[in-house]
């Protein structure tokens, strides 16, 4: 058995796409079904040892947002600076939902609301503000 991918439904594909590309994921593959009304896209991070990709489902015609009830817990990944990213997402206007005080992990939300975490590569990073200081925002 090998794990292959994980799925997530999105209203918006273009917006899901901006933000995941922010987060580095690439698209690999894509398909657009006119019968199902549905297109699939495939991301990775494109690192050679790296397998996993997501898999965002964007059914043509469904009428609103997703609620929570058909979202899952979160998806995660290993950056190589934590405080970087938080900013280059914060200044594109992503809410991180819990920031790095810690130097080690953040939470952020797609614009679907999945939680996104992400957790700094090796030790934690030193403390730094304004993230030390910063409160968490909502839920993740």
Not at 2 to 26: N, P
Not at 69 to 98: P, T, W
Request: proline letters at 9%.
């Amino acid at each position: 058995m090998r794990y292959l991918h994980t799925m997530i439904r999105v209203y918006d594909l273009d917006r899901a796409l901006a933000f995941f590309a922010l987060l580095g994921l690439k698209p690999t593959r894509r398909r657009d079904s006119e019968k199902g009304k549905y297109t699939l896209v495939f991301l990775s991070t494109g690192h050679p040892d790296d397998p996993a990709t997501i898999e965002l489902t964007h059914n043509w015609e469904e009428p609103e947002p997703y609620s929570g009830g058909r979202n899952f817990g979160h998806l995660a990944y290993e950056v190589d600076d934590i405080y970087a990213l938080c900013q280059k997402m914060q200044d594109s206007g992503v809410l991180i939902s819990r920031p790095p005080r810690d130097g080690r992990m953040a939470f952020l939300r797609s614009p679907d609301n999945i939680s996104i975490e992400l957790l700094q590569k090796g030790d934690p990073m030193p403390i730094q503000e304004p993230w030390a200081s910063m409160p968490s925002t909502g839920s993740w």
